[in-house]
Every structure is written in C-alpha cells, then in structure tokens.
C-alpha cells in the first residue's frame, strides 16, 4: 500500500505561481513512477505532468507544457509539481498518483489507469 498526501493548493490570481507537493508513506517511494493529474468539474481526469522513478524523464501534458515543471526528492518521498503563469482554466482538483509497475514511462500521454494510488486531491482555483 502507498498512501499519497497532495498539498500546496490555494486561491491565485491569474498570472501567479503555485507548488505543489505530494507526499508518500507505505512503500519504497523512489521505485515508482508518479503523475499529477487534474479534474475540473464536469470535466475527465486530464494528464498534467509525470516523472520516472528516477528522475531521469518527465512529461507534460500539452495544457500546462512550457509553464509547469516536475521533479522529485526521493530522499523526502516527494514529489512536486510547480506551476507558473497560471491562467483561470487551470482551475481543478489536482491529484498525485503512483504507478508501482513503471508502465506509463512508456507510453505518451500516460493514462490514469496506469496508476494504482491517489491521494485525495488539492484544489487549485485561478482568478481572472
């Protein structure tokens, strides 16, 4: 079992920044792949960002690319996901997810069903 904890959330006007972390207990973190996807209301789960275990690869997803950077510190079982020039469409429920069989670093744009752990989201609201 992998429990995962999203932070960092919050209200921002359009234009600002926000980082988001998210946290893991329960199993050997810095094995897995991890991805931040997001939900709007009324809207699917869209793919944001995501990372290998290592590291080494990211990727983003074509509505946050060139504003959004990924990374991890498997020292601190973390992983964060920072978000510049936000607009008010990024508006949504992000949420972290960890992929325990490494198979969505091998495939673009890795879907949600390749992960088996979510933590319960953080709301990020952008104001015009």
């Known amino acids: 079992q992998v429990q995962l904890i999203e932070s960092g959330g919050g209200y921002v006007q359009a234009g600002g920044s926000l980082r988001l972390s998210c946290a893991a207990s329960?199993?050997?973190?810095?094995?897995?792949?991890v991805g931040w996807f997001r939900q709007a209301p009324g809207k699917e789960r869209e793919f944001v960002a995501a990372?290998?275990?290592?590291?080494?690869?990211?990727y983003y997803g074509d509505s946050v690319k060139g504003r959004s950077t990924i990374s991890r510190d498997n020292a601190k079982n973390t992983v964060y996901l920072q978000m510049n020039s936000l607009k008010p469409e990024d508006t949504a429920v992000y949420y972290c997810?960890?992929?325990?069989?490494?198979?969505?670093?091998?495939?673009?744009?890795?879907?949600?069903?390749?992960?088996?752990?979510w933590g319960q989201g953080t709301q990020v609201t952008v104001s015009s």
């Open positions: 997810g960890v992929d325990t069989t490494n198979y969505s670093g091998t495939h673009y744009p890795p879907s949600y069903y390749d992960y088996q752990y």
């Open positions: 329960g199993h050997t973190f810095s094995n897995f792949a």
């Open positions: 990372i290998v275990w290592s590291g080494d690869s990211t």
